[in-house]
C-alpha cells in the first residue's frame, strides 16, 4: 500500500483541545445481524424476524452498535492508533434505522494528566439529528506511527432471501393442479402441503392410500380436503400422473417417496409420456448467500454427458426458466476448466459453438458466451485479469455445466461449502416436472412450486408474470 491509504495518529504531546475528526457511515441490514452475532443480543425489536430475511428499513439499529462507531473514530483517525479507552458516557435522543447515513465526530475537550484526554463524541443522521451523544475519556498514543489501511477478511452475511419474492409473485396466479407422486412420507406429504397452504398447487395425491394417511397422521395434517387417488404400485403412480397431465387433468408432476429414475422413465416414455421436440433438462435455482440474485445451474441431474445438440436445449431451458423468474436477458456463461478454445478439451470447442449459435439467434432471449471458467464466469476481477472482454464474464446468472458430473458438484459444494439453498425444477417436457430432494427444507420446496408456477404461466401465456421489478416489488 502507498502512504495515501496510510493514517497519522496524534500523540498526546501533539493533541490540542479543539481537535475534531468525523467519519460517515450508511447503516445497513448485515451491520444489524453481525452486530447479533458479535454480542449475542437478539432482540427482536433489532433484527427481522426468523421468517422474513428481507431488508427493511423500519428495522431499529442496537443503540450500542451506533455508540460502537465513535470507537471507529477515536481508534483510526483521532487520535488515531494507539489510543486505549478509559471510560465512554452515552445517550441515545433518537433511534437510528436501516438505511440512515450517520456522521460520527469526536472533539478534544480537555487533556488531563499524560497520557489522557477527554473528546466530546456526537453521532448525527443525514438531516443533522442528534442520534448519539457523550464524552469519551482515552489514553492518547505516547508514540507518533503512521498506520497503512487494512483490509479485514470477508464476511459472508445471508441476510436476503431470494425465493421469498418469487415465492410471494406465484401465490398471486391460481394454484397450479400438481399430481403429487406417491407422498407417502413426512417429507413428501409436508411439502406438497405447504405449497397448497401457500396457494401454490391445488395437490393431487397419487398412492398408497394407507401410506399416504399414515405420514398424514405423523405430520398431524387432514388431507380430506384434497382429491387422493389410489395407485399402490409406485411405477404405476408415476403412468398415472402423466396421463392426467396428457388428460389436461393435472398441469404439473411433483416427485414424493419415489426415486427420480422410476418417475423420469414415465415422463420420457415415447408412447403416452410427456416428451415434445426439446431435451428435457433440469435446472437448479440457487440463492447463494455471496450473489445479489439467483443463480441457475444446468445441466446436474439429467442429461449424464450431453453432446452439443442435447446442450442447446439445456441452454434453452434454462434461459426460459430464467426469464419466467423475470429475468429479461439473462447472462449465460458456458463453463469448461479453461476460458479458450482447445482442441483437447472438448467441452471448450462446446462452448465457442454455443456461444456463436446465440449470435446468430439459434439460442435466443440470452447473453451466451464461452468457453469460461467459473472464476471468470462469476468474478469481474478475474475476468479482468485474463483479459476478457465480455458482458457475460463475471456477471453470469446462468451457468451451464460440461457434464452431470461436473453440475453435481458445482450445486453441492455451492450448498454445502457456500451455504446456498437450491430448488429445482425439470422442463422441456410437457409440463413442469418438481424433483425434490427428502434433504430439501420448506423453503426449498416452497420455492421449486414457485418456479413452477411462474414457468407454466410463462410457457402458456408466452411472458413472465413480472419482470425483475414486480420481483422486488413482492419482496416489500
Not at 31 to 41: E, I, K, P, T
Not at 141 to 161: F, G, H, K, N
Not at 427 to 433: D, E, T, W
Not at 445 to 470: H, I
Request: proline share 5%; with cysteine.
Amino acid at each position: 500500500m502507498n502512504a495515501k491509504s496510510a493514517i497519522r495518529n496524534k500523540t498526546w504531546a501533539e493533541l490540542n483541545v479543539g481537535d475534531a475528526a468525523s467519519i460517515e457511515r450508511r447503516c445497513s441490514p448485515e451491520d444489524l445481524l453481525l452486530f447479533a452475532h458479535v454480542s449475542g443480543n437478539v432482540n427482536p425489536l433489532t433484527l427481522p424476524a426468523a421468517d422474513n430475511r428481507e431488508r427493511d428499513s423500519r428495522q431499529i439499529a442496537p443503540s450500542m452498535w451506533v455508540g460502537s462507531l465513535i470507537s471507529a473514530v477515536l481508534g483510526n483517525v483521532l487520535p488515531g492508533a494507539g489510543t486505549l479507552y478509559r471510560a465512554q458516557g452515552l445517550r441515545f435522543p433518537r433511534r437510528v434505522h436501516v438505511g440512515d447515513r450517520l456522521k460520527v465526530t469526536v472533539v478534544c475537550r480537555e487533556k488531563r494528566e499524560e497520557p489522557v484526554a477527554l473528546f466530546d463524541t456526537r453521532v448525527e443522521n443525514e438531516y443533522g439529528h442528534t442520534v448519539c451523544e457523550g464524552t469519551a475519556e482515552v489514553d492518547a498514543p505516547a508514540t507518533s506511527q503512521l498506520t497503512e489501511a487494512r483490509d479485514l477478511p470477508a464476511l459472508i452475511v445471508d441476510s436476503v432471501d431470494h425465493f421469498a419474492p418469487l415465492i410471494v409473485l406465484a401465490a398471486q396466479l391460481p394454484p397450479l393442479k400438481t399430481a403429487v407422486v406417491c407422498p407417502e412420507d413426512r417429507n413428501s406429504l409436508g411439502g406438497a402441503l405447504l405449497s397448497a397452504q401457500h396457494g401454490l398447487i391445488e395437490p393431487i395425491l397419487v398412492g398408497d392410500p394407507g401410506r399416504i394417511q399414515a405420514a398424514a397422521k405423523e405430520l398431524g395434517a387432514d388431507i380430506s380436503a384434497h382429491t387422493l387417488i389410489a395407485v399402490s404400485d409406485p411405477h404405476a403412480a408415476a403412468a398415472h400422473a402423466v396421463a392426467m397431465v396428457n388428460e389436461g387433468l393435472a398441469h404439473a408432476v411433483m416427485k414424493g417417496a419415489i426415486h427420480s429414475d422410476a418417475l423420469l422413465a414415465q415422463v420420457v416414455k415415447k408412447d403416452r409420456g410427456l416428451r415434445t421436440h426439446v431435451r428435457i433438462s433440469h435446472v437448479f435455482a440457487m440463492d447463494v448467500p455471496a450473489l445479489d440474485e439467483l443463480l441457475f445451474i444446468s445441466d446436474a441431474a439429467i442429461n449424464i454427458a450431453p453432446d452439443l445438440m442435447t446442450k442447446v436445449d439445456i441452454v434453452q431451458n434454462a434461459v426460459n426458466l430464467a426469464h419466467a423468474c423475470g429475468i429479461r436477458e439473462p447472462k449465460v456463461g458456458i463453463l469448461s476448466a479453461v476460458e479458450t478454445i482447445n482442441p483437447n478439451i472438448p467441452s471448450t470447442l462446446d462452448a465457442a459453438v454455443l456461444s456463436k449459435m446465440a449470435d446468430r439467434g439459434q439460442i435466443h432471449g440470452a447473453v451466451v458466451d464461452g468457453p469460461l471458467a467459473m472464476d471468470n464466469a462469476m468474478d469481474v476481477e478475474a475476468a479482468r485479469t485474463k483479459g476478457i472482454a465480455s458482458l457475460v464474464a463475471g456477471h453470469a446468472n446462468v451457468l451451464i455445466v460440461p457434464n452431470l458430473e461436473a453440475g453435481n458438484i458445482l450445486v453441492k459444494e455451492l450448498s454445502f461449502v457456500a451455504r446456498a439453498e437450491a430448488a429445482g425444477l425439470v422442463l422441456g417436457a410437457k409440463a413442469p416436472v418438481i424433483l425434490t430432494s427428502r434433504a430439501d427444507n420448506d423453503r426449498a420446496r416452497l420455492a421449486s412450486c414457485a418456479l413452477a408456477q411462474l414457468y407454466e404461466y410463462w410457457r402458456r401465456e408466452g411472458r413472465a408474470f413480472g419482470d425483475q421489478e414486480t420481483v422486488a416489488k413482492a419482496a416489500e
